[in-house]
C-alpha cells in the first residue's frame, strides 16, 4: 500500500513511486506504473524514456537539494510531476527550485515537496509553488490541511499571489 500525500485539497493516497538513483554498475528498471526517477538518471536517459511514455503520463522526476532547475529548463512542461527533496529542514535551497520551475521555466504540473518535510513548512511552501507534500513519517498527516491554511492572508507577492496586499487593497 502506498503512503498518503498531503495536496491542496486534502489527503490522499500517492499513486507515485519514489525511485533512488542506481549505485555504480546497478541499472534502474522502470515498473508499469507512475515512478518519480533522479533528475540525473532522467536527464542521462531522457530519449528512452520519453520513447516508452510518449505522453509522459507516467514518469516524475525529482531535484535534490543541489540541483539546478536549468538542468532540466523548459523540458519540465512535458513531465506531470516534479519533486523537490528536502535533505533537512533547514535546507532552503527546495524554495528557491520551486518558485524557479514555477515562475521561469513555466511548470504547471504537480509541484511536491519530499524528505524532510514539516507542518510548520506547508504554508510557505505553497507560497513558492507546491502544491502535494510527502511529510516526514513521524509527523500527523492529519494536522497538515490546518497547517496549510494556518495564515489567512500574506502581505507580500509570491507564487500562490502574485500581488502584494497593499497592491490588493487599492
Known amino acids: 500500500m502506498q503512503p498518503n500525500v498531503v495536496t491542496l485539497d486534502g489527503v490522499v493516497q500517492d499513486s507515485w513511486t519514489l525511485l533512488d538513483m542506481p549505485g555504480e554498475g546497478d541499472t534502474l528498471s522502470l515498473p508499469d506504473s507512475q515512478v518519480i526517477v533522479p533528475l540525473k538518471w532522467f536527464l542521462e536517459h531522457r530519449h528512452e524514456v520519453l520513447n ?23 523540458d519540465c512542461q512535458i513531465l506531470p510531476l516534479i519533486a523537490v ?20 521555466f513555466g511548470f504547471t504540473g504537480e509541484l511536491r515537496a519530499i524528505g524532510d518535510v514539516l507542518l510548520d513548512q506547508l504554508h510557505y511552501m505553497k507560497r ?3 502544491s502535494s507534500f ?23 507577492a509570491a507564487v500562490d499571489q502574485t500581488a502584494p496586499l497593499f497592491r490588493r487593497r487599492a
Open 52 to 74: 516508452a511514455d510518449p505522453e509522459g503520463r507516467r514518469i516524475g522526476v525529482w531535484f535534490d537539494s543541489d540541483d539546478e532547475p536549468e538542468r532540466l529548463g523548459n
Open 85 to 104: 527533496n528536502f535533505p533537512k529542514f533547514t535546507d532552503g535551497r527546495g524554495y528557491s527550485i520551486a518558485r524557479l520551475l514555477r515562475e521561469r
Open 128 to 130: 513558492c509553488g507546491f
Open 134 to 156: 510527502a511529510l516526514r513519517a513521524d509527523k500527523d498527516i492529519n494536522k497538515a490541511p490546518a497547517a496549510l491554511s494556518a495564515f489567512s492572508d500574506a502581505h507580500q
